[in-house]
């Protein structure tokens, strides 16, 4: 156990739709970053937040979107969702510097239909 | 742009058979280097952490080692077991973007 939880385990949206995902880090992180995994496939960077400001992104478009709170909580929202954003999507937080280690939630399983 | 390579991408053994996972990346200037385990559907475990200036790090019947000048790392599991049965992930940190993953070497060991 990392500490690291994500809600919901699970989401079932379809094609245009808005969904919010969730992420509470680790006691003491003040970094959260966000990964697409699609079937078969390794994570793939999405963004991430430090001190509630975005910190990095990778080749995503802007319709992925974050929040991060005071608390160091995040939020991923999703926009005008596609069959392709099916995929699971894991945050992991870490406290701030390029050589620290990450600890990742066991994810959200979106579906898309 | 870093790239990360994991071969083979599945693999199946007997039980009890010592195995070597392997993971190449295309620059050698990172942080450090992690393998991770991955249940199907589930999220992912830590299972070691090398940073750029080590050569290897062990936990229990796991062991991996990096060189870094030929941009490889192995994941070595001794005696293996069923319930090793999982994908593998290697990631490297380059300090650019948190994480750079391969897709992984599905592991399935036989009872």
């Known amino acids: 156990e990392t500490g690291v939880t994500q809600s919901p385990t699970h989401l079932i949206k379809t094609r245009g739709q808005q969904v919010t995902l969730r992420c509470s880090s680790q006691?003491?992180?003040?970094?959260v970053s966000w990964y697409q995994q699609a079937l078969g496939q390794g994570p793939q960077f999405i963004f991430q937040?430090?001190?509630?400001?975005?910190?990095g992104r990778g080749n995503f478009p802007p319709r992925f979107s974050g929040l991060q709170f005071p608390n160091y909580s995040s939020e991923l929202n999703v926009n005008a969702l596609e069959l392709d954003d099916s995929a699971l999507y894991l945050c992991?937080?870490?406290?701030?510097?390029?050589?620290?280690?990450?600890?990742f939630g066991p994810g959200t399983r979106l579906l898309v239909l | 742009k870093q790239e990360v390579t994991q071969i083979p991408a599945a693999l199946s053994v007997p039980e009890g058979e010592n195995l070597v996972l392997n993971c190449s990346f295309t620059?050698?200037?990172?942080?450090?280097l992690q393998w991770f385990r991955q249940d199907p559907g589930k999220g992912l475990t830590s299972l070691l952490l090398?940073?750029?200036?080590?050569r290897e790090q062990t936990s229990g019947r796991l062991n991996a080692s990096l060189d870094k000048s030929s941009g490889r790392s192995t994941l070595y599991i001794a005696a293996s077991q069923p319930g090793d049965s999982a994908t593998y992930l290697c990631?490297?940190?380059?300090?650019?973007?948190?994480?750079?993953f391969g897709k992984g070497t599905r592991l399935s060991v036989i009872a």
């Open positions: 090398i940073q750029s200036s080590q």
């Open positions: 992991a937080s870490s406290l701030a510097g390029r050589s620290e280690t990450q600890y």
């Open positions: 990631a490297v940190n380059s300090g650019n973007t948190p994480l750079v």
């Open positions: 937040y430090y001190r509630e400001e975005e910190n």
């Open positions: 620059d050698s200037a990172i942080y450090n």
């Open positions: 006691s003491g992180h003040n970094t």
